[in-house]
DNA sequence: AAGCCGGCCAACCGCACGTGG
DNA sequence: TCCACGTGCGGTTGGCCGGCT
């Protein structure tokens, strides 16, 4: 059960935003900044609920909002984005600056798939529409399911059943991993090639056993949420995770830019060199299935169970001096 | 001109998650 | 460990608007 509504009161307004409200609401946020969104409205002298009040700002108000149609580019980079990483909004809305995953998650419903199926993709799993039931349907599809599975919303879908079928069988250790996985994807991603032995909070539990700048096996140790990721992938255990960071350059992501699940495949088979300045794109895949860390480590990514979590990425500049160990 | 229809998008709703007591 | 609370996310709704008949 989800707790109650936050603004059963009746007085409360609802619907459009009057000029009037927005003045009150961008007044009050210039005053004393956005946070503690369930007693703003009555500070700023609003009928309105917190989270209406959030909402108005982050999707409408916010100075930083990019107005107008979306480029070509965003098109494509959008596309790109769901295609690794489903509907998750939210981390698509980050890559994008001054666009909200309100705005996103619009332009996709209303614009992007039909576009995708004007180009005879699926929308969903990224496929050719006609692509049959081939392994690589099915494992695109897995794929996909994997992904929507970590999503909140738990609305049926198409495959649910399939979904169910995952998720039940997923390990607690592994929907700890997830969650944590999560977190780390709104990390700051820096990559640096001194103070190794600089410990932050996240490095106790990050350990990463490889240093190469093409590919970093990452694994995880006694983390706070008791997971104990094997970086053996040992084929006879379920809770054995494993994990792989690739990183690319935000170029080859663009041009690999692919109409199929593959992006990441292709990405995570051949990952170019890093620059020597720069930000990087990590890729996060997770692994529960005994044959994921063949698949991030080389030879195929479309592993059954290879699920593509979250970008992780920081849009600032981080000065890059090296790439030898990694940290977030 | 009026009615219908579909697209668009701001806003809402329900739920999950993180955190602190 | 449990519970309450604040916040954020993703799916859905509903009203507005323009095009068409």
């Known amino acids: 059960?989800?707790?109650?509504?936050?603004?059963?009161?009746?007085?409360?307004?609802?619907?459009?935003?009057?000029?009037?409200?927005?003045?009150?609401?961008?007044?009050?946020?210039?005053?004393?900044?956005?946070?503690?969104?369930?007693?703003?409205?009555?500070?700023?002298?609003?009928?309105?609920?917190?989270?209406?009040?959030?909402?108005?700002?982050?999707?409408?108000?916010?100075?930083?909002?990019?107005?107008?149609?979306?480029?070509?580019?965003?098109?494509?980079?959008?596309?790109?984005?769901?295609?690794?990483?489903?509907?998750?909004?939210?981390?698509?809305?980050?890559?994008?600056?001054?666009?909200?995953?309100?705005?996103?998650?619009?332009?996709?419903?209303?614009?992007?798939?039909?576009k995708l199926h004007a180009r005879g993709i699926d929308p969903q799993t990224h496929r050719p529409l006609d692509y049959t039931s081939t392994a690589g349907a099915a494992a695109a599809a897995t794929h996909t399911i994997c992904s929507n599975a970590n999503n909140?919303?738990?609305?049926?879908?198409?495959?649910?059943?399939?979904?169910?079928?995952?998720?039940?069988?997923?390990?607690?250790?592994?929907?700890?991993a997830k969650k944590r996985l999560n977190s780390l994807a709104s990390a700051v991603v820096t990559v640096r090639e001194e103070?190794?032995?600089?410990?932050?909070?996240?490095?106790?539990?990050?350990?990463?056993t490889t240093t190469t700048a093409e590919e970093v096996q990452v694994q995880l140790i006694n983390n706070k949420n008791g997971i104990n990721m094997d970086e053996d992938g040992d084929a006879n255990a379920d809770l054995d995770l494993s994990l792989c960071l690739s990183v690319h350059s935000p170029k080859t992501i663009i041009r690999n830019n692919s109409t199929s699940s593959t992006a990441s495949t292709e990405l995570l088979r051949s990952p170019p060199p890093l620059p020597a300045h720069g930000h990087?794109?990590?890729?996060?895949?997770?692994?529960?299935?005994?044959?994921?860390?063949?698949?991030?480590?080389?030879?195929?990514?479309?592993?059954?169970?290879?699920?593509t979590l979250d970008l992780l990425s920081d849009p600032s500049s981080h000065p890059i001096s090296g790439a030898s160990s990694y940290w977030f």
């Open 152 to 176: 909140s919303g738990n609305k049926a879908t198409p495959h649910s059943t399939t979904c169910e079928e995952l998720s039940s069988s997923t390990p607690p250790p592994l929907r700890a």
């Open 1 to 114: 059960m989800g707790r109650s509504p936050c603004c059963e009161s009746e007085h409360m307004n609802k619907g459009a935003w009057s000029k009037e409200e927005d003045e009150r609401l961008i007044a009050y946020i210039k005053r004393h900044g956005e946070g503690c969104w369930r007693s703003l409205p009555k500070a700023a002298g609003l009928l309105r609920c917190g989270k209406s009040c959030r909402l108005r700002w982050i999707n409408y108000l916010r100075p930083d909002l990019k107005r107008g149609n979306f480029s070509d580019e965003e098109d494509e980079l959008i596309i790109t984005l769901h295609s690794l990483l489903g509907n998750k909004w939210s981390l698509i809305a980050a890559r994008l600056p001054g666009r909200t995953d309100n705005e996103i998650k619009n332009y996709w419903n209303t614009h992007i798939k039909r």
């Open 280 to 307: 990087h794109e990590v890729f996060l895949s997770l692994g529960f299935h005994p044959d994921a860390r063949h698949a991030c480590s080389g030879t195929s990514c479309s592993a059954p169970t290879a699920t």
């Open 195 to 208: 103070e190794e032995s600089t410990n932050n909070s996240m490095s106790s539990d990050v350990t990463t």
